[in-house]
């Protein structure tokens, strides 16, 4: 019986409670779905190096009931949870010299799901000759244990972002779990507009006092519509502040420096973090990344705060505080997770300010459609290093304010900024580092 | 492979095991549901106010996720609970001078839905004009807060109850949360029998030891069909007792007082409570509550007895026993609760003593399809006060025995008193207090 | 899009996550399953007699929810949870002389479900006459309370096995929840080589050393094929020991004593438990079963280790362990319910090991198909003592070793001693135990 004639009348609440259904083409994960398929195609991380040791752990990652551990070799497996003979749950396996061995009947599967021993059957038994366990590639890397879920025909190289290889940089591994479809906090880091409010003059500053600024917010392609990033501009006192970020479909994103405070001039301090949204299944997911210390970064380690499901900045995770707590002084975590299991897109109201939400999705549509129809979603190049250059960065530029021109001064700095770092993307990392700040010295 | 002609059968349980369905017309209470539509066609209770701090409250009801809060000039919003613009939940959004804020992004939302302002979006945006936020018409009275969740043009005028303004009249606000259809415990008032067995012979005397004489319980139709009173009449010492309850359709209910005794000639003491049962979803619904204190109630506040799952009487809440204690002294709340989520009306075996849920059902279903075909429901008269006049109270008067006629008498006697409250629901209540008194003692 | 081809081929994961369906026939177990209605053709134990004092105890058996309760004249009633009246729970009844009282109205049922009094209903109501509450006949046996939840037309005696009348044997009650399907428990006892690894190999002996030999195994059908057992024989030092296991469809086994050492000979020392695997519903089960002591049995009874969720032997039960602890040293327990809420049999690769599972599913099978098909399955001969005559226990016997001929000769030593328990089967009890000694010493 609703009317949608009545949607913009005061107290129209009876007119929107029709439940309306989730988006279900960029939401659901499991096999065989369109998404699922998608983000079958990319390197995942799916746990951290210090959560493997004598004991397996059993994970879920799209929907797949998984175990992962490290050999008494030093392999690490990434095997289908239940046993191919008949279905024990391989988190009770015993890790062996090579991979593990089924607590039931003791089946040996090696990392790669090789069956190597199936005791009791006959020595000529065609079973491990005719099957293999369900087993996935898995890459360690800083801490980090990656897996490539999808067909092997298709297997990427690795990617090697440029800033998990910086020069006298320091990256300490975390992951955070989240009751919420993957989608919701994979949109967060293209939309700074939350920043403001959320982090800012919401409940008080949760970062530094500088986040209060609204800035000029542009989105930009990457070249060849790989990825979208983002320069936010503002000016801070003497300077003319610039800060990126960026994301890599699917779910790869980079934050700028979270204390960062703006208080001389600095030209590409580069992420605080790089971060990977995994759904686990429909509706949870698992942020797992690197936070990084080095110069550019302004703060030191504190190894006691960063880990499983904690990291060094409020608001983040579910854990440790009331509902109380967590109604007055909301983070990101409640923020995502309070817009429930799996949102309703159809229920939002996008405006200028989500503009990079809304190309993000449809980002993520036109990839997973291409791939639905025998296509390649495009990968963004390497550098001459063999890296995959990045814009994440704060830019803090001494420049005179023009009176009476101040946002179009901003503006055009932004766009000026983005060029440069499009410009530059083939360089290595310390030729970039120069070249961007040379240019952005230079006066058009 | 069940047989129904064994049903008659001893160990018959084979033949009775097969699943049946709910009664989905009139258990069922979401948006576009036939029942659901009904019960939006009322004011219903929401949350006490004392609920109401600085922090918004995330409510259910009727199977829509809400939030309600008082702003700070002190009106009160009940809105959706996700946010228009992109779903963040409102329960942590910043109670603010007018209206609350959202956390994530800033949109501010007036208490009538009115999209107040969308920071970040340009000046001209037609959002604000286009939309408004999910709301619904509140009004708070005597510690209660109500809601009208039914479309604007049907809504009706909030109705008083004639005990809602008695002279010298405490009223304290409860509520009660209750993990059952909401139409299991709206049935309660109509069935006066469970009292002689849950209340007093099942395992002990909850209430006073009068409550173990069974009465004569007689049915009546308010005029118009509008409502179901009954009279429950026995013989106690020298006086004829009778106890009187109503139900007005969908969910308003009084009962007579828990804690009368009987010990002297009383006429028209009024209800000790006036309550509806207000459904959360189709699983889940909640008591929201007065109790009385006056001059005819045979108790005085206990406070600390009294407000959020707790009243001063002993089974009618799910918290503070043990599984053990509820078997050795079930009250209405384990009655209730105990049928299941929703009970089976095909699994039920109505007699005589049910003909007031019999009746109930009936008229809800009678409402239910006017409304679905068109009609308007018929509501109660007001009163010359301009309230609506109740049937609930107890009526002790010294009335001598008829040897050998006493069933007769004592429901010659109930009939009286039901055509005497028909006659005089147009007076103001003292006048009818008084009209009602003369009648009872004028011999017929 | 996954593609069978790879199956064989490693690091296929990929290729084998399409989610299959469970064995439906064989795992469903409510009202109207085809296995369901197998089940219900069975006496099926329900609860311990220790459970029943003052208060009923609310169950859940194939998935109907039940009540039972022993009434003050000694009588033990299984009822259907739901009053029949207006379906309150009878776990909150008032247990009675004869049968058990409703706590809200008081309708008072017998325990064959014959309804007693409806308080309240006119002395001529038909409602007594026409229905009978839904109740299911029990036998309280031995510590150990049995329903038979089929149709009375078929309704068998109930069968004493052997075991269950061994002179100068105590027999201790015990019951174990299990949160999975009742077929992955019931399994079990055909499983022999799981013994190896899950008891033994896998984290350590969990019983005895001997139990890390490997024997020949060998699984023989019972006359007329109304169930199967097996013979696991192995050389132990100077002797061949047989350990021999059963099971009765569709759920009833008994395993050989878990403490014995064969350190002398032994001839047919009995089963150590008489054990059913009771479905709850779907995806949960209950293990109901004795534990037997005599002189044949190589412990004492620890009372305080045998009862409700517990037995005196490692790995059984969900409760008292850490996940961790879990992990370490895995039992029965840890390695079925492992496999998940319902496992998937289209997802198992079974061998030549599991031959008994594979002839105990074919049974189950043939079975539920002749009942749907309106045939009767075959059930055991009783022998002269009206008993079913079992066929586990452990036979211990000294046999020179022929050099060369090992394997051989302890093939056709457990062939002999099946060829003796199948010519036995008739006689008596201790007449069998000393035929099946006189044969065994007897050479061929």
């Known amino acids: 019986m609703a009317n949608d004639t009545n949607l913009g009348s005061s107290y129209n609440g009876y007119y929107r409670s029709s439940p309306k259904l989730e988006n279900i083409e960029l939401t659901h994960v499991g096999p065989g779905t369109a998404c699922g398929e998608y983000l079958r195609r990319f390197w995942q991380p799916v746990c951290l190096s210090e959560q493997l040791h004598d004991l397996p752990l059993g994970l879920r990652i799209l929907g797949e009931d998984l175990v992962v551990f490290r050999d008494l070799s030093g392999d690490i497996g990434l095997l289908h949870r239940h046993c191919s003979h008949r279905r024990a749950s391989l988190e009770y396996g015993v890790i062996s010299e090579h991979g593990i061995r089924c607590c039931y009947h003791g089946w040996l599967y090696d990392v790669d799901g090789t069956i190597l021993e199936t005791p009791g059957e006959p020595a000529e038994s065609a079973i491990r000759k005719k099957l293999c366990h369900g087993a996935y590639p898995v890459i360690e890397y800083k801490g ?10 298709t297997k990427p190289d690795f990617p090697i972002y440029d800033s998990m290889e910086m020069p006298e940089n320091e990256m300490v591994p975390y992951a955070i779990d989240m009751p919420c479809n993957w989608l919701q906090v994979n949109e967060n880091p293209m939309d700074p507009y939350h920043a403001v409010y959320l982090h800012s003059r919401a409940t008080g500053v949760q970062f530094k006092q500088s986040w209060n600024a609204e800035g000029i917010v542009e989105w930009h392609w ?57 759904p686990v299944d429909n509706t949870n997911c698992k942020l797992i990344a690197w936070r990084h210390f080095n110069d550019m970064i302004g703060s030191k380690p504190d190894y006691s705060k960063i880990g499983i499901n904690k990291v060094d900045f409020m608001g983040q995770t579910g854990e440790g505080r009331s509902f109380e707590e967590q109604q007055r002084e909301p983070g990101d975590y409640e923020a995502q997770v309070g817009q429930g299991s799996i949102t309703i897109h159809d229920e939002e109201q996008l405006g200028k300010t989500d503009t990079g939400v809304a190309r993000l999705r449809g980002l993520l549509r036109r990839h997973i459609r291409m791939l639905a129809q025998g296509d ?34 901003q503006r055009d700095f932004g766009r000026k900024l983005a060029r440069i770092l499009v410009d530059t993307l083939s360089l290595g990392f310390n030729d970039r580092q120069a070249e961007v700040k040379r240019r952005l010295l230079t006066p058009d």
Chains 1, 2, 3 share one sequence.
């Open 144 to 153: 980090l244990v990656f897996a490539y879920m999808g067909p092997l025909s």
């Open 222 to 278: 990457m070249p060849n519509r790989v990825g979208i990033f983002l320069t936010d501009t503002r000016r801070w006192q003497e300077f003319i502040w610039v800060r990126t970020a960026e994301l890599f479909p699917p779910n790869f994103a980079q934050p700028s420096d979270f204390n960062q405070d703006a208080s001389h001039e600095t030209f590409f301090a580069r992420a605080c973090a790089s971060k990977w949204i995994v």
């Open 376 to 409: 390649v979603p495009p990968r963004p190049d390497l550098n001459t290093e063999g890296r995959i250059p990045t814009y994440t960065g704060d830019f803090v530029v001494k420049v005179l304010s023009v009176v009476g021109q101040e946002e179009l001064q």
